[in-house]
């Protein structure tokens, strides 16, 4: 059946249209030859996106109040693209001493090797990371909470500090996400978000984001998705934006269902510290009220020193809460980061096994319930002493 030949039916539908494409096709000659003026917004080969990663892209930058985006295959992704383009040999580039864990080994493993010197600084910095700076500094690399063990470092201070001297910023916002900060908004020149996390919400996807108001930014990120080969299906741009439709509810519910947790677990007597800045009693608490519009569903703590039979029995006994990594989606999950991870840290903040927790949209009663009955799996292993 010829279907060009049906008459044409009106169509109209609620949700985005889903446009794969490899081989974007030209109406002339002239039209093929100047394809690469088509960038970066428009469409000349399938690397770059279709009018459905340009939907996506166009909903995130909204979001970040930020004028253009650029969707990665991966959060992961997102962070190396954020630096590789913008970095020489002999340039020296920041990075937090808790930052994410691909982006550190990106920066000691890749950049070094390429001869870009990588410095760390301290998790909580502020204004005295001006004296990191090196004349060759090109970048500070930011993400606030810190990974795991979440320092809060004072970001609008460090961007004036990065401003003073000309140096671009990055910030991992995936934490917080747009919702609760917009480092655009703080000055950060790029900000990143692994949508595989709040954006997707579901546990099912990966991706990641860079935003950014800086117009010759953008059209080197546009560049460096094509010459590194970073493309996002259309299809996963579908899940991301049909995530997003239910995002500010999730984040939300989520976020109160997390501090109910959390007070809960802050009271336990087997819990020796709340890594957590939305706590009055956290040290980052000053800046995290200051600067940031909600808590989100990811902390950490740690739990009076116990046996690792006492650990096992702990993250066994559970039920509601699943054993994993990543978060950010609507079930809830539980890590385990040994204290052997914190050993190779230039500026360690605790030397304590951590436990990081992601609330879901489980009852929190019954996440409290969970809990309750796993720690006193881990009670019975400390009072039998093995
Ligand atoms: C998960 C995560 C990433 C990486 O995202 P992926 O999509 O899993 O590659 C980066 N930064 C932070 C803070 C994350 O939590």
New binding site residues.
Partial sequence: MNTSSLPLQPFKSLSPGVFRASTIVFDSYEDFVGRKSRQPDGFSYGVTGTPTNRELEAKIAALEGARHCVVTP????A?VASVLPFVSAGDHVLVSDAC?G??KAFAHQWLTRLSVEVGVYPANAGAEIESYVKPNTRMICL?SPG?ITMEMPDVPAIVAVAKRHGIMTMM?N??ASPLAFKPIEHGVDLS?E????FFGGHSDL???SISTSNTSFYEQLREAQATIGLAVSADDCFLALRGLETFKLRFDMQSASTMKVVRWLQAHPLVAEMLFAPLETDPGHAIWRRDFKGSGCLFSFVLNTGSEQALSAFFNALKLFSIGA??GGTHSLIAFYPASLQKGRKFATTDQPVIRVSVGLEDPDHLIADLDQGLAHYASHLSTGR
Avoid: C, P, R
């Avoid at 692994?194 to 996390?197: E, H, L, R």
């Fill in positions: 991966s959060g992961q992704a962070l994410y691909g982006l993400e990974t991992d995936t934490w990143i692994a949508a595989t996390k990966l991706m990641g990543s978060w």
